[in-house]
């Protein structure tokens, strides 16, 4: 299983390659919620999304022989620029599995950092299926985009660094795609504030972890459609959701029409551009979805990857 040291180590692997990123509070939050808010900004990350961290551990802990062959990986766009920075820093390639819709700007972003692109229709296929079977016919390493536990503890470092800089927490939330985040933010959170209270939050299309914990075993959807394309996943991962069905709290819904309203907070308010996904905890806090909330509450913003033109019709439409 996943432990605080695992991402304790996972940070002295990231230091100085992934920013420390900022925390931002708001007074105008704050009284709007009646809490203390405090803000990971992770769309301020390399690769403008928390993924670089743990892409960037797992392989940091790879072979030379495995280095030597590349890396592949599947993702709609925030783990494809991750590994393929990180494959890029390692001295290695990569190889990337992107859905056919994926966002212009970060299928850009991909190929930019030298990653080659492979496309594949998200709503007909299996991706990791997909991405196994190409993987093994290139001979590379896969390099999963939450169901791995180095990429778990990489992930983790947000709730970290969020902890080490404003101590105690009663609550922290943040987003679920695959539940890789979280997992990891949440073994940190729980080890580091006993008592603290980790809440999921997912675009209301794209409910597969809720259900998964209300069942008691991992549930499959049919592919969300959403805005929140980082949270356009059909069934929890095995591994994450193993760590998730014991440390979160609950998970919480929220609209898409939520969600672009916590973007427009963002930009109007706090002077932050975030993706969908990456306002999506945002969203919940703002919509009043959290009960009983407490005096302190970490919140991450997990990604801040649009485009010019999808931002602007995003937030015309809010």
């Given amino acids: ?13 990231i230091e100085g390659v992934a920013h420390r990123t900022p925390v931002i509070t708001s007074r105008t939050l704050n009284e709007r919620v009646g809490a203390e808010v405090f803000l990971k900004a992770e769309n301020l990350q390399r690769i403008g999304a928390f993924k670089f961290r ?3 551990n797992a392989i940091s802990r790879l072979s030379p022989e495995q280095l030597g062959r590349g890396v592949a990986a599947y993702s709609s766009g925030n783990h494809a620029q991750a590994v393929a920075l990180a494959a890029a820093l390692a001295g290695t390639s990569a190889v990337i599995l992107m859905p056919e819709d994926a966002p212009p700007t970060k299928v850009a972003a991909t190929k930019g950092y030298g990653a080659e692109v492979v496309t594949y229709d998200r709503y007909t296929g299996d991706r990791t299926a997909l991405a196994t079977q190409l993987a093994e016919e290139r001979g590379v390493t896969l390099i999963p985009p939450y169901d791995h536990y180095d990429v778990m503890a990489g992930q983790g470092t947000v709730a970290l660094e969020l902890i080490e800089e404003v101590g105690q927490l009663g609550a922290l939330l943040a987003p679920i795609g695959g539940g890789g985040l979280i997992a990891g933010c949440a073994t940190a959170a729980t080890a580091l504030c006993p008592g603290l209270r980790v809440i999921g939050v997912e675009p209301e299309a794209g409910d ?12 499959q959807i049919g592919v969300p459609r959403t805005i929140a394309d980082g949270q356009a996943i059909p069934i929890p991962g095995e591994l994450t959701f193993e760590i998730n069905r014991r440390l979160l709290a609950g998970v919480e819904l929220v609209s898409d029409d939520e969600i672009r309203a916590a973007m427009v907070f963002a930009f109007e308010r706090l002077k932050l551009v975030l993706e969908p996904s990456g306002a999506c905890a945002l969203a919940a806090l703002l919509a009043g979805r959290i009960q009983d909330l407490p005096d302190r509450v970490g919140v991450v913003l997990s990604g801040g990857n649009v485009g010019l033109e999808r931002f602007l019709e995003l937030l015309a439409e809010s």
């Avoid at 299983?1 to 692997?13: G, I, N, P, T």
């Avoid at 809720?210 to 069942?215: C, E, I, V, Y």
């Fill in 1 to 13: 299983m996943l432990s605080l040291e695992d991402v304790r180590e996972a940070a002295q692997r």
């Fill in 54 to 56: 743990g892409a960037y």
């Fill in 208 to 219: 597969d972890t809720a259900r998964s914990l209300a069942a008691g075993e991992r549930v």
